[in-house]
Each structure stands twice: as C-alpha cells, then as structure tokens.
C-alpha cells in the first residue's frame, strides 16, 4: 500500500487572505455564508464548513503543475482561524466531496493522463493508491469535477517510495 498525505494550502496563505481581503490574483475575496454541510471545503483545514459558518472566496496560485498546466483554482477558506490539516490521511472534504478529479503529475510538471479519473469522493483513495503506485508520479491535485476547483494537492508519504 502507498502511503500518501493530502497538503492544505499554506497557513501564511489563509491569514493572509483573512488579513488583507484579497485573493492571489488581487480580487477582492467574496464573503459567503455556507448554506449547507457540503460544498464549502475549507482548502486548510480541509473540512467542510458548518452551515452558517462564513466562509471567503477567492483565486489561489497552485503551486504547481508550473508550465503549460498550470491555472489558479477559486477556493473557500474558513473566515475564521482553523487548524492546518497536516495527518497522512485522505482529507474530509476529498473523502465526502459528491465528485472528485484525481490528475496525477510527474516530476517535470506533466498531466499522466493514463492516470486521471473522476470519481465519487469514497473511491478517491483507490484512485490515489493507483496513480502513487505508478512511479512516473510526483504528485496529485485533487479536484471538483464538476467546477474544477482545487481541493488538495497530494504528494507521497515522507520516506515512500513507488516500486
């Protein structure tokens, strides 16, 4: 079995969003009112928000794949302070989203087309056992399939190695 961790977007990124009100792109970040208990996934604890929590909208930098695949993807950040999600786990909001893209990337920031799928939320960990045991794989961004937004990266376990 592969051992691989779900990577939250970095906390200087969600302070600084809630600090300055604006997303990576300079767009001012919209203030929405979660109105269910999906469909707001917080990209750094990686839990969907409550109903009725707030949450902020705006355009986040993927750090990578860089080059001709590259794009910023709108996420939702909890207005509020939360915790990193930082456990070698699939994170909640891949595991319970309704329809997830798991695009897997080699090391030269190439899509490994032979490894993309969409999926129900529950199936996204075989999907990322299968691409993680590929070797040509770096690393995974995990996405909605149907908006297309970011809702993880996902790289190897510390120490893991495809064989």
Known sequence: MTAFRCIAIPTETAERFRR?????RGNPLRHVTAAAA???PCRHCLEFAA???MMLLGSYDLPGPQGI???PSPIFVHARRCDRFTADTVAPIVARGSLVSVRAYDAADQCLYDLGEVSPGPDAP???ERAFADPRTAFVNVH???PGCLLSR???AAGHIAT
Request: charged share 30%.
């Open 144 to 146: 909605t399939a149907r």
């Open 69 to 71: 695949y590259w794009t």
């Open 126 to 128: 075989a999907l990322l």
């Open 38 to 40: 999906v469909g707001f």
């Open 51 to 53: 109903p009725g929590e």
């Open 20 to 24: 300055t009100d604006a997303d990576d």
């Open 154 to 156: 996902v790289e190897r």
